[in-house]
């Protein structure tokens, strides 16, 4: 079965510089949610979107942005990167009538 | 707001015995779902089970099964005949029933061990 897919896989970043994460639902999945987890923490909740429109949001910083296109992929946006932000973003994507959220295989990022 | 808390940071159990992870939870919201997501040193966030509030029916899944208690907002994962696949962290997850696109909160995790 098709899985959540998401791109890169591994990133590595200079402070300052900008990082765009993609992220791909399974098929007819409607809604795209990103996490991200810090090394030793749990995931964190950062945005979703429903149908192309931001549906929640969560402890998202205000250099990050996200958007979901016609296709139903999502991208995070990152700017001015900070060695605080180092983590494994997580995307998910659920039908929503249905409760289960699927996870993709995440996007490590380091900033150095 | 929603709170997930995991108690046990981590847990042992040999190989065919039988291990229970505890969770517990704040709401004051009646209608929700309720997960276990494991997470293997791949980092691979894999569901386990879920659990509708409103069914009183306790979930099974093969090997995996909870205690559903919803008036003591407690949902534990009971897992049977061990494996050494277990191995992994463990994470409860609340999702309310509200709206469209609700957020997972998480708890802290539990990280389970399977010995020989």
């Known amino acids: 079965a098709a899985g959540v897919i998401q791109s890169p896989r591994h990133l590595i970043k200079e402070k300052r510089e900008t990082a765009t994460l993609k992220c791909y639902p399974i098929?007819?999945?409607?809604?795209v949610y990103w996490y991200q987890q810090g090394p030793g923490q749990d995931p964190q909740f950062l945005i979703s979107?429903?149908?192309?429109?931001?549906?929640d949001k969560g402890s998202i910083p205000d250099r990050f942005s996200a958007q979901q296109f016609s296709d139903y992929h999502s991208e995070l946006n990152m700017s001015s990167l900070e060695l605080g932000d180092s983590a494994l973003y997580f995307c998910?994507?659920?039908?929503?009538?249905?409760?289960?959220?699927?996870f993709g295989p995440g996007t490590r990022l380091t900033v150095l | 707001a929603q709170t997930v808390t995991q108690s046990q940071p981590e847990m042992s159990v040999q190989e065919a015995e039988t291990v229970t992870l505890s969770c517990t939870y704040d709401?004051?919201?009646?209608?929700?779902?309720l997960f276990w997501y494991k997470q293997p040193p791949s980092r691979q966030m894999i569901l386990v089970i879920r659990?509708?509030?409103?069914?009183?029916q306790n979930a099974t899944e093969n090997r995996f099964s909870v205690n559903f208690q919803k008036a003591a907002k407690s949902f534990s994962l009971k897992i049977s005949d061990s494996q050494l696949g277990d191995a992994a962290m463990y994470f409860c997850?609340?999702?309310?029933?509200?709206?469209?696109?609700?957020?997972?909160?998480f708890g802290t995790g539990t990280r389970l061990q399977v010995t020989l």
């Open positions: 709401t004051s919201e009646s209608d929700y779902y």
């Open positions: 098929p007819r999945h409607d809604t």
């Open positions: 998910a994507s659920s039908f929503y009538t249905y409760n289960e959220q699927f």
């Open positions: 997850a609340y999702r309310s029933a509200a709206g469209t696109a609700s957020k997972l909160t």
């Open positions: 979107f429903y149908e192309k429109m931001q549906s």
């Open positions: 659990q509708e509030a409103y069914k009183q």
